[in-house]
């Protein structure tokens, strides 16, 4: 059995990791709603720790953290690197997802966790949080009509009543060519963390 990630607490990072990941801020999404960014991170060491090491069955963390340059900062294309705690419980939910579609599921670069420096993090999502994937095929069906889109989103809201999904459409909170699946804003504490700091 491998060793567990180490777990972090973002607020004793470096001065740079704490101005990029910005833990424990107020962030508002796009209808204006506030939301507290993670303070409790996994640490990734090297790219093959995070290839190697399985998140759940059939996914990876690399499969949940790849950006492209977007993720600007060199601090943030360094290892190590940090993803928030909560991409254990999306790895459960994607994991039952796959389970439930009998085929492998793929998610897009940038389709995972990003951070509030990444170019496309604008407002509060839950890519942010590590809570939600981007996929963009599901066996040989790549995601980009509105009969894929919205037959895999019902599948993946019937896991559990927290699944989101958004419909297939071209405007602001829809989806034309993949399937968005989060589980809202998921803080993850992990055992032994302490928020009171």
Not at 51 to 77: I, S, Y
Request: glycine share 8%.
């Amino acid at each position: 059995m491998s060793e567990p990630f180490k777990v972090i607490d973002a607020l004793t990072l470096s001065a740079g990791h704490r101005r990029l990941l910005r833990p424990g801020e107020a962030l508002a999404d796009a209808e204006g709603r506030t939301h507290f960014l993670p303070r409790f991170f996994y640490e990734i060491a090297t790219w093959s720790q995070a290839k190697d090491r399985p998140l759940a069955e059939n996914f990876t963390f690399a499969e949940l953290m790849t950006v492209d340059c977007r993720e600007a900062d060199v601090l943030l294309n360094t290892f190590p690197h940090y993803v928030p705690c909560a991409v254990s419980v999306l790895g459960l939910f994607l994991q039952a997802f796959r389970e439930r579609v009998g085929a492998p599921v793929f998610i897009a670069t940038n389709g995972g966790y990003r951070s509030p420096a990444h170019a496309h993090s604008r407002q509060a999502s839950p890519h942010l949080w590590a809570a939600a994937a981007n996929i963009y095929r599901i066996g040989d069906t790549f995601l980009d009509d509105g009969k894929s889109v919205e037959k895999y989103g019902r599948i993946a809201e019937s896991i559990a009543a927290g699944v989101f999904t958004k419909p297939f459409g071209h405007g602001r909170g829809e989806s034309d060519d993949h399937l968005h699946l989060d589980i809202g804003y998921a803080i993850c504490v992990p055992h032994g963390g302490d928020e009171a700091h």
